[in-house]
């Protein structure tokens, strides 16, 4: 019985010790990729953001082609304020894991930034998504509102979240930058001349009050999009981690 129980407790130290450096392998493992990580979310992320909240704004001018600035409208704040809502919801950004008590007052203020640069790239990301006047920005906008909307009642994960988010903002890249821009009439000559010429894409140009810029917008538009889908697969859920321990 003796010879026993000293096998029982020589088995129990034995695996006692495997979970130990199991736990202190992972912990090493951890430390090694942390630098990666920190340059991947406190560098690489607000840089991707702050390009999206750059180019999210700036168009081209048909006539000459220079800068445009477009400030967002009030509406993209509301939907911004709306899509962190989602985001928070479906687990994409869990706020407990972005910001701790126990963290120091610097890695807290370097996760505020990094959700601030996000919330200025969805900001300008819907601003340069909605059509900057007229009857097709009330219509693209109660789109964006009625999607995002329902999507506050409906039960959510990330992975659905983002491929709902990414249809959207797909299709209203298709309709602001080739569907209306192909209805809008090119600004040169006089008006008479641009209704004898093409009369139905001058028609679509009054009533639906379209602007007119250079084709070089949609290039730059679709490039912010594909940076803003980026930094959104690259920005995790938490940033903090509890450490492993041994059972």
Known sequence: MEEREDQIIELAD?????????????????????PDRSYRIYILLPALFLLVTLFGGLRF??????????????ICLVFT??????????????IDGWLRENRTILKNAAS???????????????NSLLPEQGLMFWVVG????????????AEFDARKLFKN?????GLAFVVKYLVLTNLTAAPAGSWWQRLFENP???AFTWLLDLPKYSSATGYLQFFTLILYVIGLLLTPSRVFHASPKPE
């Open 81 to 94: 304020a709306l899509t962190m809502v989602l985001f928070a919801r479906s687990g994409s950004i869990e």
């Open 142 to 153: 109660f789109c964006f509102f009625w999607t995002i909307w329902n999507a506050l009642f």
């Open 165 to 169: 988010l990414a249809a959207i903002f």
């Open 200 to 202: 139905g894409k001058e």
């Open 14 to 34: 034995d695996e006692v010790e495997t979970r130990i450096a199991r736990a202190m392998a992972t912990q090493r493992s951890t430390a090694d990729t942390e």
């Open 61 to 74: 001018s048909a006539a000459d082609g220079s800068f445009i600035f477009m400030k967002p409208e009030l």
């Open 112 to 126: 505020v930034a990094v959700l601030l640069a996000l919330s200025a790239a969805t900001v300008q990301l819907y």
